[in-house]
C-alpha cells in the first residue's frame, strides 16, 4: 500500500473527524507548550529576523495547528515588544501528505485572523500562510529558508511499512501482530529500527537544507522507555487493535489472510535511538530533551475514556483500514476496540510516553 497516497487523519468536522478526535494530541502539545514558546522566542532574539519562517510538519486537518500558530505567534510578537523591535512579518507553512484536508484549515483562517487581530495592541500582523502537501521524508522548502519548525505527533509514522518484514513471496514475517509484539520475529523489530533510522535520517538532512544557521525544531513524537519494544504504551493499543480485528475474522467478516497481511507503518523509538540518529546525521545539536507520561483527564471515567481513544485510534487509521479491508468493517471494529481498551484500563492504566526535542541546526 503506498502510505503517501492513501494515508490521512479523517478529514471534515464529523462526528468521527479528526477535527472532533484530537484532544489527546492537543493535551500532548500543551505539555510541551513551555518549551516550544520558549524555543522560538530564544530563536527570534538572537536572529532578530524582518521575516520569520515557520513550518508545521505534519499539521493534519483539525484546530490544533493554527492554535500552536496563534500561540507562536502572540509570543513573538510579545517578545519583539519587549525587546523594541519592529514585529516580524510571519511565513507560515502548513505541511502534511497530499490527501490531508488542508480545506478544513484554510476554512478556519478567517476565524484565525479575527482572534489575532483581536488580541494585538500594536496592530495586526503580517501573516502569509500557505499549504505545502508532500512528504516530509525529502526537501519540501527552498534553502534557507525556515527559522523554526514543528512537528506533533507526526514523525513516529514512517514513510512506509518497512519492506524487510515481507518474505520474497510478499507474505508477511508478522503473523499475529500488526506491530512489533511478543511473537513477533527478531527480524521484524529489526527492519522497524532500520526503517526509523533511514527516515529520521531523511528527515534531518532535509531540514538542515531548509533551516538557517542556527535555525531550531521542536519535534514532539511517542516513544518508549528503554530497548523492549513490547511495553503497555505504544505497543499495547496496536496489540489491542489485532485482537479488534481478529474478532471479526472469527465472526468470518474478515478473511484471515487479510489480517495476516496488515501491519502498520508506526515506530515509537527509544531515547537512545533518537540521540544516535542526531548524532550520526550530525547537523544539528541536541538542546532539550524531555520525556511525559500522557494521562487521561482526571474527570473521564473508564468507559468516557476508552471511547475517547478508540475515536482517536479510529481518526488516524481509519483510512489505512479502510483501504485493506474495507470500510464496511470500520463500525464493529472500533466498537471492539472501545470495549477492550476499557477492559484493559480497568486493570491498570495505559500510558503512552511521549518525546519533546529540541534541535538547533549546527
Not at 32 to 38: A, C, G, P, Q, S
Not at 201 to 230: A, C, N, W, Y
Not at 242 to 269: M, N, T
Not at 334 to 342: I, K
Request: a negative charge; hydrophobic letters at 35%; charged letters at 25%.
Amino acid at each position: 500500500m503506498d502510505v503517501e497516497k492513501v494515508f490521512h487523519m479523517t478529514g471534515g468536522i464529523g462526528h468521527n473527524s479528526y477535527a472532533k478526535n484530537s484532544s489527546l494530541q492537543k493535551k500532548a502539545s500543551d505539555m510541551v507548550k513551555d518549551m516550544t514558546l520558549e524555543t522560538v522566542q530564544e530563536l527570534y532574539l538572537t536572529t532578530a529576523p524582518k521575516s520569520l519562517g515557520i513550518a508545521d510538519l505534519g499539521c493534519s486537518s483539525g484546530p490544533n495547528t493554527l492554535s500552536i500558530m496563534k500561540e507562536i505567534i502572540e509570543a513573538v510578537q510579545g517578545t519583539s515588544r519587549k525587546a523594541f523591535h519592529t514585529a516580524p512579518e510571519f511565513r507560515v507553512y502548513l505541511n502534511d501528505l497530499p490527501t490531508n484536508d488542508f480545506n478544513s484549515i484554510f476554512k478556519s483562517l478567517p476565524e484565525f485572523s479575527r482572534d489575532l487581530n483581536k488580541e494585538t495592541n500594536s496592530g495586526p500582523p503580517s501573516i502569509y500562510i500557505g499549504g505545502y502537501p508532500g512528504s516530509f521524508y525529502g526537501r519540501l522548502f527552498p534553502n534557507n529558508s525556515l527559522h523554526f519548525v514543528y512537528s506533533s505527533y507526526s514523525l513516529h509514522w514512517l514513510s512506509r511499512v518497512p519492506p524487510a518484514i515481507y518474505s520474497e513471496q510478499g507474505k508477511s514475517l508478522n503473523k499475529g501482530s500488526v506491530y512489533i509484539s511478543e511473537s513477533s520475529p527478531l527480524v521484524v523489530a529489526d527492519a522497524y529500527l532500520k526503517q526509523f533510522q533511514e527516515d529520521f535520517t531523511l528527515f534531518l538532512q532535509s531540514r538542515s537544507e531548509e533551516l538557517i544557521s542556527g535555525g531550531k525544531m521542536v519535534l514532539i513524537l511517542l516513544g518508549r522507555i528503554g530497548p523492549d519494544h513490547v511495553d503497555r504504551g505504544n505497543s499495547f493499543f496496536w496489540e489491542l487493535l489485532y485482537q479488534s480485528i481478529a474478532i471479526l475474522v472469527s465472526k468470518g467478516e474478515v478473511e484471515k489472510e487479510k489480517l495476516d497481511s496488515y501491519d502498520v507503518h508506526f515506530y515509537a523509538p527509544s531515547k537512545d535511538e533518537l540521540e544516535d540518529a542526531v548524532r550520526k546525521e550530525g547537523s544539528f545539536g541536541l538542546d532539550r530533551f524531555e520525556m511525559f507520561e500522557l494521562e487521561r483527564d482526571n474527570h473521564k471515567d473508564n468507559e468516557s475514556y476508552a471511547t475517547s481513544v478508540a475515536m482517536a485510534v479510529r481518526a488516524i487509521q481509519e483510512s489505512m483500514i479502510g483501504q485493506h479491508f474495507g470500510e464496511e468493517i470500520l463500525d464493529s471494529l472500533f466498537e471492539n476496540y472501545r470495549r477492550l481498551v476499557g477492559e484493559e484500563i480497568a486493570k491498570e492504566d495505559i500510558k503512552p510516553i511521549t518525546f519533546g526535542l529540541v534541535l538547533r541546526k549546527l
